[in-house]
């Protein structure tokens, strides 16, 4: 299919629907992507050709292991499904083709711009990513066993699932992805399953096998090889084929996060009587410190690492851990800690912002403005892939692939941002408040035990619960912009605070910004606002330098940047467009690039091997005209020597010259041929002794020349 818009509509059915959407297409589309593909149409199935296309399609590798694909590619296809299978651009962005090509992605012309669309069963399959939540339901399915997946198509398709798996889920996802349905399923459950459900979400969402059966109170045991095995009958089967408890190898069952959120919806309302007490303290009295630090907007660190990242010298290999030294000269750079700044660059790659697609203003992170950047940065260390505070080594990605199982620090931090929420909205609390709020928290107990299965499991030390609380509040958020930090950091603690950008973020609003636009406060400092958007800004990495990084960005655009810009082949007009998408150009800027831009003549480039220098015109004559010498030098040549031809070697030319009398020196000292080239009888020159030492040998021939 040529990368152009193409309608989706079905006539009735899901637009997400992978053959839904084939047989909206266009027969001449249709029938080049099966040319394209190869795809061999039997007409003696039951089936038409579509169908038998979106089998074809599903089978290729490319969606199961994006890492096949080009990093542009794979970057938008990890955006698209984080927009949950349809994403609205402005223009056609970089990595689109190679996706419009396999089948995988589809576009069409809307009122808002274009829309590309994932088909559920290519989103039904992709691997998880950092930026993406480990337990979300689209991540849990994504790994589960064929068994597994073949029971939830079958359930929610009212018959029995057939391969290809992933067309057949197709319609479970309809209901899946769909918050309210999904509600109306949970409280269809028969009351047995009901409590097996809340009875697992009470102890944190994960339980293994054996506790399993102890739960739903199975009496029936089945050993296998890696242990207790669950039947497949019973209250634990009727969720699972209902992708409400996921099992995962080899002995764990997990609720995904959106049906935890449902089900503990009515316990985390009863959690509000059990900490009266501690609220009252809190709320009674004035906690305010005397003196107080400021979390900055974490939007301005992450565009600065980002722009500081595509300098000379920074090289950051994708899938493995941000270099150290490199983190400890940005910190040195920008003044800042150096966990701040580690936490803001495994963020900050988790959304791709450090990735090349980045500087196209045509599909997210590029799109955004720099204001909205803090709230996908908050959106994805919420969800826990990048970022780990359970871990010795907090970057996800510093973790060897096989151990980046994730830790249960998706509950510690809902623990943490509701306790926020309940004791510091607008006012100051104590940490020691805030620690014992948490310790009596009845969801401790269930987290320290999945924190100790996780340690055991993937060989880390898991630290106490209440330590990794206090790296998230004081550690995490501020550097988050979501905490204020004040006092004195003494054994209590300092105290906290919800910033205002921070309510807004967990109210669901969006932030207050200044809107002013950047602007030049100097001639050659630009000043990055919040409403800039972030690919123009990137747009200015080869010719603008970062020089400080606070409430905004200041970039420093001096004339020799500039030079060295356009003499790297930017063009003036190209330049002049990235700087005036950002900010209206001074005076001083605006006529270097109009003088930079003027053409007073042509150069012609000649290669050549060396310039041969003759002050006598004769002898420079005698070589330019005789053979065997002339074929080695250029024509012209320009005044009082000789240009030698690219593939000439010094070796070679001694060798010719001194065949015909001329000497060639070099420093002052004379070059000799280290081997001596037979020539025909009538141009052989009489023979000389060699030279012992670094005079010239005493002859009647032509003046020396100089090389």
Same mark, same amino acid.
């Not at 950092?130 to 009212?158: I, K, M, N, W």
């Not at 921070?502 to 609003?509: D, P």
């Not at 030319?653 to 009888?681: I, K, Q």
């Given at each position: 299919?040529?990368?152009?818009?193409?309608?989706?509509?079905?006539?009735?059915?899901?637009?997400?629907?992978?053959?839904?959407?084939?047989?909206?297409?266009?027969?001449?589309?249709?029938?080049?992507?099966?040319?394209?593909?190869?795809?061999?149409?039997?007409?003696?199935?039951?089936?038409?050709?579509?169908?038998?296309?979106?089998?074809?399609?599903?089978?290729?590798?490319?969606?199961?292991?994006?890492?096949?694909?080009?990093?542009?590619?794979?970057?938008?296809?990890?955006?698209?499904?984080?927009?949950?299978?349809?994403?609205?651009?402005?223009?056609?962005?970089?990595? +689109?083709?190679?996706? !419009?090509? $396999?089948?995988?992605?589809?576009? &069409?012309?809307?009122? @808002?711009? =274009? /829309?590309? %669309?994932?088909?559920?069963?290519?989103?039904?399959?992709?691997?998880?990513?950092?930026?993406?939540?480990?337990?979300?339901?689209?991540?849990?399915?994504?790994?589960?066993?064929?068994?597994?997946?073949?029971?939830?198509?079958?359930?929610?398709?009212?018959?029995?699932?057939?391969?290809?798996?992933?067309?057949?889920?197709?319609?479970?996802?309809?209901?899946?992805?769909?918050?309210?349905? +999904?509600?109306?399923? !949970?409280? $269809?459950?028969?009351?047995?399953? &009901?409590?097996?459900? @809340?009875? =697992? /979400?009470? %102890?944190?969402?994960?339980?293994?096998?054996?506790?399993?059966?102890?739960?739903?109170?199975?009496?029936?045991?089945?050993?296998?090889?890696?242990?207790?095995?669950?039947?497949?009958?019973?209250?634990?089967?009727?969720?699972?084929?209902?992708?409400?408890?996921?099992?995962?190898?080899?002995?764990?069952?997990?609720?995904?996060?959106?049906?935890?959120?449902?089900?503990?919806?009515?316990?985390?309302?009863?959690?509000?009587? $059990?900490?009266?007490?501690?609220?009252?303290?809190?709320? @009674?009295?004035?906690?305010?410190?005397?003196?107080?630090?400021?979390?900055?907007?974490?939007?301005?660190?992450?565009?600065?690492?980002?722009?500081?990242?595509?300098?000379?010298?920074?090289?950051?290999?994708?899938?493995?851990?941000?270099?150290?030294?490199?983190?400890?000269?940005?910190?040195?750079?920008?003044?800042?800690?150096?966990?701040?700044?580690?936490?803001?660059?495994?963020?900050?790659?988790?959304?791709?912002?450090?990735?090349?697609?980045?500087?196209?203003?045509?599909?997210?992170?590029?799109?955004?403005?720099?204001?909205?950047?803090?709230?996908?940065?908050?959106?994805?260390?919420?969800?826990?892939?990048?970022?780990?505070?359970?871990?010795?080594?907090?970057?996800?990605?510093?973790?060897?692939?096989?151990?980046?199982?994730?830790?249960?620090?998706?509950?510690?931090?809902?623990?943490?941002?509701?306790?926020?929420?309940?004791?510091?909205?607008?006012?100051?609390?104590?940490?020691?408040?805030?620690?014992?709020?948490?310790?009596?928290?009845?969801?401790?107990?269930?987290?320290?035990?999945?924190?100790?299965?996780?340690?055991?499991?993937?060989?880390?030390?898991?630290?106490?619960?209440?330590?990794?609380?206090?790296?998230?509040?004081?550690?995490?958020?501020?550097?988050?912009?979501?905490?204020?930090?004040?006092?004195?950091?003494?054994?209590?603690?300092?105290?906290?605070?919800?910033?205002?950008?921070?309510?807004?973020?967990?109210?669901?609003?969006?932030?207050?910004?200044?809107?002013?636009?950047?602007?030049?406060?100097?001639?050659?400092?630009?000043?990055?606002?919040?409403?800039?958007?972030?690919?123009?800004?990137?747009?200015?990495?080869?010719?603008?330098?970062?020089?400080?990084?606070?409430?905004?960005?200041?970039?420093?655009?001096?004339?020799?940047?500039?030079?060295?810009?356009?003499?790297?082949?930017?063009?003036?007009?190209?330049?002049?467009?990235?700087?005036?998408?950002?900010?209206?150009?001074?005076?001083?800027?605006?006529?270097?690039?109009?003088?930079?831009?003027?053409?007073?003549?042509?150069?012609?480039?000649?290669?050549?091997?060396?310039?041969?220098?003759?002050?006598?015109?004769?002898?420079?004559?005698?070589?330019?005209?005789?053979?065997?010498?002339?074929?080695?030098?250029?024509?012209?040549?320009?005044?009082?020597?000789?240009?030698?031809?690219?593939?000439?070697?010094?070796?070679?030319?001694?060798?010719?010259?001194?065949?015909?009398?001329?000497?060639?020196?070099?420093?002052?000292?004379?070059?000799?041929?280290?081997?001596?080239?037979?020539?025909?009888?009538?141009?052989?020159?009489?023979?000389?002794?060699?030279?012992?030492?670094?005079?010239?040998?005493?002859?009647?021939?032509?003046?020396?020349?100089?090389?």
């Amino acid at each position: 299919m040529d990368p152009e818009p193409a309608s989706d509509e079905t006539g009735g059915g899901s637009p997400r629907r992978l053959d839904h959407i084939l047989r909206a297409l266009p027969d001449s589309e249709l029938a080049a992507l099966i040319r394209r593909l190869g795809i061999r149409i039997d007409t003696q199935k039951r089936i038409d050709a579509p169908s038998q296309v979106a089998r074809a399609l599903v089978g290729i590798p490319d969606v199961r292991d994006p890492s096949r694909l080009q990093a542009s590619s794979r970057e938008l296809l990890h955006r698209i499904a984080e927009a949950g299978g349809a994403l609205v651009v402005p223009t056609l962005p970089s990595g +689109l083709e190679p996706l !419009v090509a $396999r089948g995988v992605v589809y576009a &069409r012309k809307i009122d @808002e711009g =274009i /829309e590309l %669309v994932l088909p559920t069963a290519f989103l039904v399959q992709l691997k998880s990513w950092e930026s993406e939540d480990p337990r979300a339901l689209r991540a849990l399915l994504s790994q589960a066993s064929f068994e597994t997946v073949s029971a939830v198509a079958a359930h929610y398709l009212g018959r029995p699932a057939t391969p290809p798996i992933a067309l057949s889920l197709e319609a479970a996802w309809e209901t899946l992805c769909d918050t309210a349905r +999904l509600q109306s399923e !949970v409280e $269809r459950l028969a009351p047995v399953e &009901r409590r097996l459900l @809340e009875a =697992i /979400e009470a %102890v944190g969402g994960e339980v293994d096998t054996q506790e399993l059966l102890d739960l739903e109170r199975e009496p029936m045991r089945l050993r296998g090889a890696t242990g207790i095995t669950a039947s497949r009958r019973g209250a634990g089967f009727a969720l699972e084929r209902r992708a409400f408890l996921i099992p995962i190898h080899p002995n764990r069952h997990v609720i995904p996060t959106e049906i935890a959120n449902i089900v503990g919806a009515e316990r985390r309302k009863a959690r509000e009587a $059990r900490r009266a007490q501690i609220r009252s303290f809190v709320l @009674e009295e004035d906690h305010a410190p005397r003196r107080a630090r400021f979390a900055p907007d974490p939007g301005m660190l992450a565009l600065g690492l980002a722009y500081a990242v595509r300098e000379p010298g920074s090289d950051v290999r994708p899938g493995v851990g941000t270099p150290r030294s490199l983190l400890v000269r940005l910190a040195q750079r920008f003044g800042r800690d150096v966990e701040m700044v580690a936490l803001s660059a495994a963020v900050s790659r988790a959304i791709g912002l450090w990735e090349p697609s980045a500087a196209s203003a045509a599909t997210p992170p590029g799109s955004l403005a720099v204001h909205e950047l803090g709230r996908v940065l908050f959106d994805t260390w919420r969800r826990g892939g990048a970022w780990d505070e359970a871990r010795p080594e907090r970057e996800v990605l510093r973790a060897a692939s096989e151990g980046r199982e994730s830790s249960p620090i998706g509950a510690l931090r809902e623990m943490v941002i509701d306790a926020l929420q309940e004791l510091g909205e607008g006012r100051w609390v104590p940490w020691a408040s805030l620690r014992g709020y948490l310790a009596a928290d009845d969801r401790i107990g269930g987290v320290e035990r999945l924190l100790r299965r996780w340690g055991d499991r993937t060989s880390n030390e898991a630290p106490e619960v209440l330590e990794i609380t206090r790296r998230i509040a004081l550690e995490s958020l501020p550097a988050l912009g979501i905490i204020d930090l004040g006092g004195d950091d003494l054994d209590d603690g300092p105290a906290l605070r919800l910033t205002p950008r921070g309510r807004a973020m967990l109210a669901g609003t969006s932030p207050s910004f200044d809107p002013s636009p950047s602007h030049f406060v100097e001639t050659q400092i630009l000043q990055i606002a919040p409403s800039a958007r972030i690919a123009h800004v990137l747009a200015l990495v080869p010719f603008a330098e970062i020089t400080r990084i606070g409430d905004k960005v200041d970039l420093l655009l001096a004339p020799s940047s500039i030079a060295r810009a356009l003499s790297a082949g930017l063009e003036s007009d190209a330049l002049r467009a990235r700087i005036e998408a950002v900010a209206k150009l001074p005076e001083g800027i605006s006529q270097m690039l109009i003088q930079a831009s003027v053409v007073i003549g042509r150069a012609s480039f000649v290669p050549a091997a060396g310039f041969l220098w003759v002050e006598d015109a004769e002898i420079r004559e005698l070589l330019r005209t005789r053979r065997p010498a002339s074929e080695l030098f250029i024509d012209p040549s320009p005044p009082s020597g000789l240009l030698l031809a690219p593939d000439v070697d010094l070796e070679r030319l001694v060798r010719r010259c001194r065949a015909l009398g001329v000497e060639v020196e070099c420093d002052g000292n004379l070059l000799r041929a280290r081997s001596v080239t037979p020539m025909p009888s009538s141009q052989e020159a009489p023979s000389r002794a060699p030279s012992t030492s670094r005079g010239r040998s005493r002859t009647p021939a032509p003046r020396t020349t100089r090389s």
